[in-house]
């Protein structure tokens, strides 16, 4: 089985996820690879199943940044420029359908990254997500359909904390937000950063250096 990367570099929102639908659809048809998008969006808001409208503090009027209701788990979140997203559409294997291990392993990832930077990341019982001292820097939210994965982690590389400030996010009223330019003091370079990525989700999911590199005509 092959594993799919493709780096959809700055896509709006609703072109990602209507990408994501497509092929969701074809992994349950039959599609026999896995894919990694790999994407930077410009400024927008996500809402997960049940989040509270409310939680958005009225900052997409007040910014004018967009919304969208999404089939993710989790609660008000931001994704804007400077941050890492990864959505992983994989097929749940019949031996491993075990959603909150693959949530974990995506922490894993994560953290691994943050190691190979110097950065002391790590996960909190209770919380999802990976966490630097008691700020959040990487948010994940995952949906499974037909026991294919969508959606995915958010890694903030740069992203404007402010974007954050304004919105209850994940749920949490009381969480700071981190990136690894806050903890850096300079920002990573965000290409170096989305390749270690792609190196710990192929070694922790066992692709075992089988991917085929794609890039997407956007």
């Known amino acids: 089985m092959a594993l799919i990367v493709r780096d959809l570099g700055r896509c709006e929102y609703g072109a990602a996820l209507a990408l994501q639908e497509e092929i969701v659809a074809r992994k349950i048809g039959g599609d026999d690879d896995d894919h990694l998008l790999l994407v930077e969006h410009p400024p927008v808001y996500t809402l997960g199943r049940g989040a509270a409208v409310d939680d958005l503090l009225g900052a997409d009027v007040r910014l ?7 089939g993710r788990g989790g609660g008000v979140t ?39 930077l110097g950065i002391p990341a790590h996960q909190e019982a ?34 404007d904390l402010r974007f954050f400030a304004e919105i209850v ?29 792609v190196h710990q989700f192929e070694a922790t999911f066992g692709y075992c250096g089988n991917e085929q590199v794609q890039v997407a005509p956007w």
């Open 169 to 197: 996010p994940c749920r949490m009223p009381e969480v700071r937000m981190t990136s690894l330019l806050a903890e850096l003091g300079a920002a990573p370079d965000f290409a170096a950063v989305q390749r270690s990525f």
């Open 126 to 159: 209770g919380r999802t997500g990976v966490w630097v001292g008691g700020a959040k820097l990487a948010s994940i939210g995952v949906g499974v359909r037909r026991w294919t994965t969508f959606h995915g982690i958010a890694l903030n590389i740069s992203t």
């Open 78 to 116: 931001f994704h804007g420029p400077g941050q890492l997203v990864a959505y992983p559409i994989t097929r749940l294997s019949q031996g491993g359908r075990d959603v909150h291990r693959y949530v974990r392993n995506l922490e894993r990832c994560l953290i691994r990254v943050c190691e190979e």
């Open 64 to 70: 004018g940044v967009p919304v969208f209701r999404v």
